[in-house]
C-alpha cells in the first residue's frame, strides 16, 4: 500500500487516488490519450501530468477531474504517474510510504465510486468487465 | 511508456476492406485490433478527412452505446483522430461463419453441434433485437462480423460497427435484418431453417 503523507506539487509527476483505479490499463489508456492530446496540440490542462489525470477520469470538466480522481491528503493509497522515467528514483526518495506492485490496484479498487465517477450502470457489468467500461470511456472521451 | 501507439514491432495485417486495414497488434500488453480508415484518391482531401473521421467517431460511439445496453462487442482502448485509428481489443475466437461450417462440415468437437448451432442463432436474433430496441442498426450484419469468443456458443461478441448508425426506423431495422438474411442464405447454404431461428428469437 502506497501512503504519501508528503504532497509535492510539480509538474513532472501526477498524484491519482489508487482507489480509482481498477487495473493499469486504465491508465495506460488514459496516457495514451494524454499523449495524443499532446500531438495535436489540444490538450485540455497546460502540462501532460495534469492531462493524464483528465484523460482517465473521462469527463468533461477539469475540475471534476481532479476532484474525483485527484490524490488529496486524505488518500490513503496514491499512484504516482510520469512520463518521464528518470523522475522516478527521484520521486522513490521524496514520497513517505510504501511502494507496492501496480498489480495490486484491482484488489483495492472502490467499485462504487468507480461506477458512479463514469456512470457505469448495473445492465453493462451483466456483459462487461469494469475495465473494460472504463477504458471505452476513456479511450471515447474526446470523440 | 515510452512514446505512444502501439509498439510498431508486432503489428500485423489481418484484413483489408474497401474503406479500412485491420492490423493486430499489442497496445499495454494486450492483444488489440488497429482499424485504419486509408484516404480514398478520388475524394477531395477535406472531404475525405472529414469522412473519415465522422465514421472512426460514429463506430467508437456505436460500440460504447452498445456496450452500455447490454451487449457483448469489443472494448475500444485508444481513438487516433489524426491517423483515423481505431484501437480496440482483440476477440480472440471463432467468427459465427467458421463455426457454422465446421458444424455444417460435422466435425464441431462438442457432441450434437446442431443443437449448438441453433443456440447461436438465437443469441444472434436476441442481439439484434436488443440493438433494434434501443434504436442502433449494426449495418453490416454478416456472420463474418459475428465471433464466439474462445470458440464458446454461448459467448457471441458483435465486431465491426463501421456501418452502424443509431436509428429508430423501422425501415433501417428491416433492413439490417434483410442483410443479415441474405448473408445467412448466400454464405450458408440451406441456412433457411438457422435464420427463422434468428427471427423468431428477434420476435421475442
Given amino acids: 500500500e502506497i501512503c504519501a503523507t508528503v504532497r509535492q506539487p510539480g509538474k513532472e509527476f501526477a498524484a491519482i487516488d489508487a482507489r480509482m483505479i481498477c487495473d493499469p490499463f486504465q491508465l495506460v489508456a ?5 499523449l495524443h492530446a499532446e500531438e495535436r496540440e489540444k490538450m485540455a490542462t497546460h502540462a501532460i501530468s495534469s492531462e493524464l489525470i483528465y484523460a ?32 522516478i528514483p527521484e520521486l522513490r526518495q521524496l514520497v513517505k510510504g510504501k511502494e507496492a506492485d501496480v498489480n495490486l490496484l484491482a484488489g483495492a479498487c472502490d467499485e462504487i465510486a468507480i461506477r458512479k465517477a463514469y456512470k457505469i450502470n448495473d445492465a453493462e457489468l451483466k456483459s462487461s468487465s469494469l475495465i473494460d467500461s472504463v477504458v471505452t470511456r476513456i479511450a471515447i472521451m474526446r470523440v | 511508456l515510452a512514446g505512444h501507439g502501439p509498439s510498431m514491432a508486432d503489428v500485423e495485417l489481418l484484413a483489408q476492406g474497401a474503406e479500412a486495414r485491420v492490423y493486430t497488434s499489442t497496445m499495454g500488453g494486450r492483444a488489440v485490433v488497429v482499424k485504419e480508415r486509408f484516404p480514398k484518391g478520388y475524394r477531395h482531401p477535406d472531404i475525405d478527412q472529414r469522412l ?27 481513438t487516433d483522430l489524426t491517423r483515423c485509428k481505431l484501437y480496440m481489443e482483440f476477440v480472440a475466437g471463432l467468427t459465427v461463419k467458421a463455426y457454422i461450417k465446421l458444424c455444417a462440415a460435422g466435425s464441431a468437437s462438442d457432441g450434437g453441434p446442431e443443437a449448438r448451432v441453433g443456440d447461436v442463432a438465437m443469441a444472434i436474433g436476441r442481439a439484434i433485437a436488443r440493438l433494434h430496441a434501443n434504436h442502433i442498426v ?9 465471433v464466439l469468443r474462445d ?9 465491426d460497427f463501421g456501418l452502424s448508425m443509431p436509428s429508430a426506423l423501422v425501415k433501417d431495422k428491416a433492413v439490417d435484418l434483410y442483410v443479415c438474411e441474405k448473408a445467412f442464405l448466400s454464405t450458408h447454404t440451406g441456412s433457411e431453417t438457422l435464420f427463422t431461428t434468428v427471427l423468431d428469437a428477434y420476435a421475442q
Fill in chain 1, 56 to 87: 482517465t477520469s473521462g469527463a468533461k470538466q477539469i475540475n471534476e477531474a481532479f476532484r474525483r480522481f485527484g490524490a488529496t491528503p486524505a488518500s490513503k493509497r496514491v499512484v504516482l504517474t510520469t512520463f518521464d522515467s528518470r523522475v
Fill in chain 2, 138 to 146: 449494426h449495418g453490416d450484419l454478416t456472420t463474418s462480423n459475428m
Fill in chain 2, 52 to 78: 473519415r473521421t465522422t465514421r472512426m467517431s460514429q463506430e467508437a460511439r456505436m460500440l460504447l452505446k452498445a456496450r452500455q445496453i447490454g451487449l457483448c462487442v469489443p472494448a475500444v482502448y485508444h
Fill in chain 1, 30 to 34: 488514459a496516457a495514451h490519450q494524454a
Fill in chain 2, 151 to 159: 470458440g464458446d456458443p454461448d459467448q457471441l461478441v458483435l465486431i
